[in-house]
């Protein structure tokens, strides 16, 4: 079955720590891969993609992410968190093939802490 | 740059009742997509269009219906409202293909 997999619902982080939010997906066919960060009470905001091409893609405010293929894994980093940084990031596949093709399928959700 | 435009922002209605939802897209976009998001929980797949035609549904109760317009906004009718659909109502669109969606900031829907 297609699915997306968020590791841990909340991440907390001291500012100026390193940020890793985990995501795993399952498929057999390579999906798109999306991250994307929702502060309160706000729409979704595209923070980064991975279609095709270079596995590391970078994003807005200093965010990066390293599709492995061998791993399923689209991790979500930062080097050094910001207190503007808090919130909740959800990472988002789009299947190109299988019995969830065509939709974009959210992973549970993280909420991201930062401590001063 | 133009975003997608949602309206109302916060929406009170009684159970029972109806409410409608609208949807503005980024201009240009042929998709659109509606999600519906319940307190702590990961936006869920409701229906999506691509040019003026339904192109998927999701989990959409049968007392929710959506359309797409000519001038590809869309609104989503909501019926015989329960107290359970309360949530945040997102839509988004898009160029069709592999470019990403773009969110709306969502309309927050109470029932009481």
């Known amino acids: 079955a297609q699915s997306v997999t968020q590791l841990g619902s909340h991440v907390s982080v001291s500012e100026g720590a390193l940020v890793l939010l985990r995501c795993n997906y399952s498929?057999?066919?390579?999906?798109?891969l999306f991250w994307y960060v929702q502060y309160p009470n706000q729409g979704l905001q595209l923070l980064l993609k991975?279609?095709?091409?270079?596995?590391l893609v970078k994003g807005i405010n200093g965010f990066e992410a390293e599709f492995k293929k061998s791993e399923t894994s689209f991790h979500l980093t930062k080097p050094s968190a910001h207190m503007s940084d808090a919130a909740e990031y959800f990472c988002?596949?789009?299947?190109?093939?299988?019995?969830?093709?065509?939709?974009?399928?959210f992973g549970q959700g993280t909420i991201l802490t930062v401590h001063p | 740059a133009a975003g997608v435009i949602q309206s109302p922002r916060h929406l009170i209605k009684e159970k029972r009742e109806t409410a409608t939802l609208k949807c503005y897209p980024i201009p240009r976009h042929d998709t659109v997509y509606w999600y519906q998001q319940g307190p702590g929980q990961d936006p869920q797949f409701l229906i999506s269009f691509y040019e003026k035609m339904q192109s998927d549904k999701g989990s959409i109760p049968d007392r929710f219906s959506a359309q797409q317009f000519s001038d590809y906004h869309s609104e989503l009718n909501m019926s015989s409202l329960e107290l359970g659909d309360s949530a945040l109502y997102f839509c988004a669109s898009q160029t069709r293909g592999n470019s990403p969606l773009h969110f709306g900031n969502g309309t927050r829907l109470t029932v009481t």
């Open positions: 991975y279609t095709t091409g270079a596995t």
């Open positions: 988002a596949v789009y299947f190109t093939g299988g019995t969830s093709y065509g939709k974009l399928t």
């Open positions: 498929s057999s066919v390579p999906p798109y």
